[in-house]
């Protein structure tokens, strides 16, 4: 399972830097949101990757990582997620926006020349 959840945190945050590093403001903002993902992620894994463990303590039980699971990093990651999904809808009518105004969508506001 670990080894399942490493390979996707590296898959998503390499393909986030690189949309990141694209001349186009669309690829930058689905790169930016990749990177988002991958940090969620990563996030959600430090609480412990356990199956069928609850967040609540019960009487009888170990009050460790062993028996349940961390309750913190879940709501941390649900917090980053509806953050995330408001700045993203924000910075796609600023993109719009700006596309608008420049008449392009490149980051530096300039066109290949080709």
Not at 30 to 56: C, R
Not at 75 to 92: K, M, R, Y
């Amino acid at each position: 399972m670990e080894l399942v959840i490493s390979l996707a945190i590296g898959v998503l945050a390499g393909a986030g830097v690189w949309l990141v590093l694209r001349p186009r403001t669309f690829q930058v903002l689905i790169g930016l949101s990749l990177l988002a993902y991958a940090i969620n992620l990563f996030i959600f894994s430090v609480g412990s990757l356990a199956t069928d463990k609850e967040p609540i303590v019960k009487p009888g039980l170990n009050p460790d990582l062993f028996n349940y699971s961390d309750p913190l990093p879940q709501s941390l990651v649900l917090t980053a997620i509806v953050i995330g999904f408001a700045t993203t809808a924000l910075f796609l009518v600023v993109i719009l926006a700006l596309r608008g105004l420049s008449g392009g969508d490149h980051v530096d506001g300039k066109e290949d020349e080709a």
